[in-house]
């Protein structure tokens, strides 16, 4: 019991920090759920959070109340793209299609109506990097037809 109230107690540290909403399953009221923002967090003499939700006043809820595996974050979403790597700056962007002149490389394709993209030449799930040199100016539709390969 005392492990999973020390990983319950981990996730909740995170989830306080970050300001996520959650929600939690408690053993006492037959798996009663709350969901809210964790405002306070503590430790001694009593291990409990207070929890602020829709309801008006917040509630004090008790480590050893949640159920372990129940904790879910509803809005925390990193601050990066799904396959866990930033987005190239948009500086970088901006450098890459005046060095190609707005144009795309595979069509030729320039123009007020066409909707330019910077690419990677070796794609980043194949081993590409960011730097300049693996970059490219291509239209939507070259760009599609692409996908991942070299």
Same mark, same amino acid.
């Given at each position: 019991m005392e492990k999973e109230i020390k990983k319950i107690n981990s996730l909740l540290r995170f989830y306080y920090r970050e300001k996520v909403i959650v929600t939690l399953k408690l053993s006492s009221l037959n798996?009663?759920?709350? *969901?809210?923002e964790i405002i306070k967090?503590? @430790?001694?003499p009593y291990r409990y959070i207070i929890i602020k939700g829709s309801e008006k006043a917040p509630i004090k809820i008790f480590l050893d109340e949640i159920l372990p595996n129940s904790i879910i974050p509803l809005d +925390?979403?990193?601050?990066?793209?799904? =396959? =866990? !790597? #930033? #987005? @190239?700056?948009? #500086? @970088? *962007? +901006?450098?890459?299609?005046? !060095?190609? *002149?707005?144009?795309?490389?595979?069509?030729?394709? !320039?123009?007020?109506d066409i909707e330019l993209e910077v690419?990677?030449?070796i794609p980043? #799930?194949?081993g590409g990097t960011d730097e300049e040199s693996? @970059?490219?100016?291509l239209?939507?539709?070259?760009? !599609?037809?692409k996908r991942d390969k070299v």
């Open positions: 798996n009663f759920i709350i *969901r809210g967090k503590r @430790l001694f +925390y979403e990193k601050k990066e793209n799904k =396959n =866990n !790597r #930033s #987005s @190239l700056p948009k #500086s @970088l *962007r +901006y450098k890459i299609l005046k !060095r190609d *002149r707005f144009t795309c490389q595979a069509c030729g394709a !320039r123009g007020p690419d990677h030449k980043v #799930s194949r693996n @970059l490219t100016t239209c939507k539709d070259c760009n !599609r037809g």
